[in-house]
């Protein structure tokens, strides 16, 4: 399983080098309204009222979810993003006041998570980086947050290696496609 991990990773993280090179600063800039619209979109057709929401900040690599955080503060969300510890788990900070550490267990507030993920499969399995740093964050979570999983349109796949340690997504958001709960019944839907 951890060779098929290390072979996905491996091509998907050639896949995000080669757009990131590609990409204009104005391509980078309409995927992230792109998001952020989706997002709002999915909030208001859920008729989600603000509360506690984590995110993250991306790599250059990674789809843009800056314009993301923005709107959910401006929505009067609060919004909590991760430090990686040493043991390369995950505490959380107010994006308001980053100075004072929250803990592990602050993720378990988030009513809306957007996680990270390298690919997200049509049933909501997600692989990271590796480090397992957000399968234990989600450990974490309330029962019933609603957990998406930001990729890039291309990397949401048939199927992705996951074990049974690996927590499932409940949606994925793309760029092109929006937020789509999961499962999907097909890649066209």
Same mark, same amino acid.
């Given at each position: ?16 080098? +080669? /757009? ?13 309204? =792109?998001?952020?619209?989706?997002? +709002? =979109?999915?909030?208001?057709? /859920?008729?989600?009222?603000?509360? &506690? ?11 843009? &979810? ?12 609060? &919004? ?10 995950l505490s959380w900070h107010s994006v308001d006041d980053p100075d004072t550490d929250l803990g ?5 507030? =988030? ?27 989600? /450990? ?6 609603? *957990?998406?999983?930001? *990729?890039?349109?291309?990397? *949401? ?23 789509? =709960? ?8």
């Amino acid at each position: 399983m951890t060779n098929d991990k290390d072979e996905l990773r491996a091509r998907l993280r050639a896949g995000r080098r +080669a /757009r990131r090179d590609a990409w204009t600063r104005q391509q980078r800039e309409q995927a992230a309204e =792109a998001i952020a619209t989706a997002l +709002a =979109a999915h909030l208001d057709a /859920r008729h989600t009222p603000p509360g &506690v929401a984590a995110t993250y900040d991306p790599l250059p690599s990674e789809p843009p &979810v800056e314009r993301a955080t923005q709107l959910l503060r401006e929505r009067g969300w609060t &919004v909590l993003h991760p430090t990686t510890l040493d043991d390369l788990d995950l505490s959380w900070h107010s994006v308001d006041d980053p100075d004072t550490d929250l803990g592990l267990d602050a993720i378990a507030r =988030a009513r809306l998570i957007l996680t990270p993920a390298m690919a997200v499969d049509r049933d909501g399995h997600r692989i990271g980086k590796g480090g397992g740093c957000y399968d234990r964050a989600l /450990r974490r979570s309330t029962e019933g947050a609603d *957990v998406i999983a930001l *990729v890039f349109d291309d990397e *949401v796949l048939d199927a992705v290696p996951h074990e049974p340690h690996d927590r499932p997504v409940g949606a994925v958001l793309t760029p092109s496609a929006g937020v789509r =709960a999961l499962p999907l019944r097909g890649l066209g839907d």
